[in-house]
């Protein structure tokens, strides 16, 4: 595969991080065959510590198609970060947006000029209490229904045995290993052509995670719940209770009076 779009920084930033993750992690990488030679494509990966953003980019350099991450825009402005995030070309997002579709506009432009964009789809790291993948957020689903490209799903899991999620102190050994299984392009076709309304991209994002979880069960050799951890959920559960229980109290110190 072609590595004509690398660059210098992308180059740089291998040669200062490549040496300490080959030194503490070991390698079990599978599906690199099903990332494409060629042409714009996003990939959608779980994410379950803070170190596998540089795992993950170490399988995927090594497949010669390097990936995109999508960053707060403002990390583009600091510095030497920003000129690290700048030269390696880093996706910008622009949360401020109120257009949902202009918040995602680097990675669609990416894409088209035949890029990697690597999405996170949860949206940071998963707070499934078993490390499972969470529902999805639908930037990955909106951007490749806008470019109709292929979405590859990769599943990773090990580093977090190093740093596990929201850890302070990494666990070097044993070493551990990390494993990688990138499947074949999800279908996403039926969706084509479609209104992009919030029930059509939630529904298309359901098939993304689903595609992520069932490669993540093969690397753990075990089944997933079969409904995902959704913290909107939890949160608004936890809400209900609080109030039940504030609730009890006002009807306690009433009767009381």
């Known amino acids: 595969m072609s590595r004509r779009r690398i660059g210098f920084w992308y180059r740089l930033a291998a040669v200062i991080c490549k040496p300490p993750l080959v030194v503490l992690i070991k390698r079990d990488w599978r599906g690199m065959e099903n990332i494409p030679a060629d042409g714009g494509f996003i990939t959608v990966v779980n994410h379950n510590s803070h170190v596998d953003p540089f795992a993950y980019a170490h399988f995927q350099y090594n497949t010669g198609r390097v990936p995109r991450f999508l960053a707060k825009h403002g990390l583009f402005k600091k510095g030497f970060v920003g000129a690290v995030m700048r030269g390696t070309g880093q996706i910008p997002v622009y949360r401020e947006s109120t257009d949902a579709l202009s918040a995602f506009r680097a990675a669609i432009e990416a894409v088209r000029r035949g890029e990697c964009v690597a999405f996170y789809p949860e949206g940071t ?10 529902t999805g ?19 990773q899991w090990g580093v977090n045995l190093l740093l596990p999620p929201y850890a302070k102190k990494p666990n070097l050994l044993p070493r551990k290993t990390h494993h990688v299984l990138a499947g074949p392009p999800v279908d996403l076709s039926r969706f084509y052509g479609k209104e992009l309304t919030p029930d059509l991209l939630r529904e298309a994002t359901e098939v993304i995670m689903a595609a992520i979880t069932a490669h993540l069960e093969v690397l753990r050799g075990e089944k997933a719940p ?9 949160r608004m559960e936890q809400r209900r209770r609080s109030a039940g229980t504030h609730g009890t ?4 110190a009433g009767a009381g009076k």
Do not use: H, I, N
């Open 249 to 252: 109290g006002d009807r306690e």
């Open 137 to 155: 957020k639908t930037g990955a689903a909106r951007v490749a229904l806008e470019t109709r490209c292929p979405v590859v799903p990769v599943a």
């Open 125 to 134: 790291l998963t707070r499934d209490p078993d490390l499972w993948p969470m």
């Open 226 to 234: 079969a409904k995902p951890y959704d913290p909107r959920q939890v």
